[in-house]
């Protein structure tokens, strides 16, 4: 087990219990500044052809009216560089200063013409000089510097542009498209997001350019998470502090792509890194602007929160995954996915089947039979309302522990609220007890006596401001003292609306399930039933530790894209919902499309007017198809490759 000292830790934030922002440079981008002190800035990026000029500034203008703090515009060409001069005049003459962004791939003409016009460019290193093949080179040390000379060559005029002008830069590195020099060297991996960064950050850094912000994108939060940190390390080692732009890419839509970019985001943000964020979203650009408002005022006196017992060593590695081993109780922990808990304790009608619809289980009245889905919750707490009729197989209640106690029903188990409650109780179950646990009882004779215990299964609490770090402590003390008890997750948002809940639980949850904690999610909120369900079901598979339904990673969209994503992204969201683990990722161009289909298992990627490619993996399996065929193809191309089920009717 690996441990760090305290001052470790810190080399990617500035605590794990205190809430403090990270400290980075101020960049200056237009007449608002990033970075210091400066609040967390809201971006978006629009989705109209860059060449409709008015098209494009009346997005703008939602955009800006949303809330944006600076709007991006891709220029995949010269031509699109140049008329951001138009966009950007047309702008100022309808009172709008918000500082533009140029979104630069592949053409290096285009973004020294865009930082000429534009008060900040972002650059891709892995594009920017680079063409990916997927190809495995083996370098030389020599062979390996005479390439970074070439880039070297190939971006200086740029900062040197940049530098006369005032523009400021983002190098934003994305997981799909890492170049083959860095792939060959690093490998598809968080190091190798950072390195490829890096290697543009040095060549900044030795001209003396430093208006520079820095991006880690990837479609999955886990590495997303560890590249930030480990890119937050490594500046710290080499004396550099510059701004963060956070962002999980390709998302998705609605309710699933909501969850994941605050599982990736609301991660790093509890931890007080980020100086500003967008949330890539298939959807109209002025929509991501409220997501990520909400996630960033959360924060608003966070630094105000009941204080939490520091951390002096961390048993586990922030900049790797690993689940933390725990022992089996019943079907909890050990080597079994994390399980979901439906809080039914405040429900004021009587329990009936039908109420169990709402968790994932149908009941044919007419044949007597129960039906489960893929998102059925294993657990159902009732408190103190007792259930009259037979459950399900693979369901079973939990009951408050006086409750429990009167009957001993079947297929049921105590709820004890507290340590004390749990020792001073004569009668507890011989299989399984869920416990309370707040941070006040980690270091109590009481707590220490129970790590034997093998019917017990923590409940962890908090009502802590902070309650993510609270709750972290507390697994870093069950850690610390090699406690191997199953762990559930509980957080209970009394005030929260629905949308509050999807981005506060993925985060909060998140947080923890992307550092191998927890072994179950408990949500407690005012909000219906069938909706706290599917977004523990949402959170568990974004971070990637029960899968129960099928993944899309499609992007945003820009002006690049070269087909209707939204409405495509529908339509093979309505044919293959039901193929549950499959990963399908939509991609409107071929920027990130071959890099990201790695990490799905097909793709359906735009790659001229009305022509679409499918992949398997990362591999080319049809081109140029027409977009009328497209999606039919990529069902047969599902089907051929023994993917496909039939989708089972609803009686």
Known sequence: MSVQTDSEIKTYCESLTAYKRRKSRIVTIGDIAMGGDYPIRIQSMTTTDTMDTMGTVEQSIRMIDAGCDYVRITAPSLKEAENLQHIKDELRKRGYKTPLIADIHFTPNAAEMAARIVEKVRVN???????????????TDNSYDAEIERIRQRFVPLIKICKEYGTAMRIGANHGSLSDRIMSRYGDTPLGMVESAMEFLRICEENDYRQIVLSMKSSNPIVMVQAYRLLITKMNKEGMNYPLHLGVTEAGEGEDGRIKSAAGIGTLLEDGIGDTIRVSLTEDPEFEVPVARMLVNRYAGREKHVPIPPVTHLPYSPLEYKKHETRETQNIGGKNHPRIIADFSEKKETLTPASLFAIGYSFNA??????????????????????????????????????????????SYPYFNGIEEYISCRKKSAMLNFVSLKIGYLNTDAFDKLNKDNTLVWVIETANLHGMAEERRIFIELLEKNYTTPVIIKRDYANATADELRLYAATDAGALLIDGMGEGLWLKAPVAPTTLNSIGFGILQATRTRISKTEYISCPSCGRTLFNLQHVTAQIHERTSHLKGVKIGIMGCVVNGPGEMADADYGYVGTGVGKITLYKGKQVVQRNIASEQAVDALIALIKDNGDWVEAIEEN
Do not use: M, R
């Open 125 to 139: 290193p892995g594009n920017y000089a680079d063409k990916k093949k997927f190809e495995q080179i083996d370098y």
């Open 366 to 411: 007419a044949k007597g039979t129960w039906k489960t889905n893929d998102q059925a919750a294993d657990y159902l707490f009732t408190g103190g309302h007792a259930i009259d009729f037979s459950l399900p197989e693979g369901l079973s209640v939990i009951y408050n522990a006086t409750t429990w106690k009167e009957n001993e029903p079947a297929a």
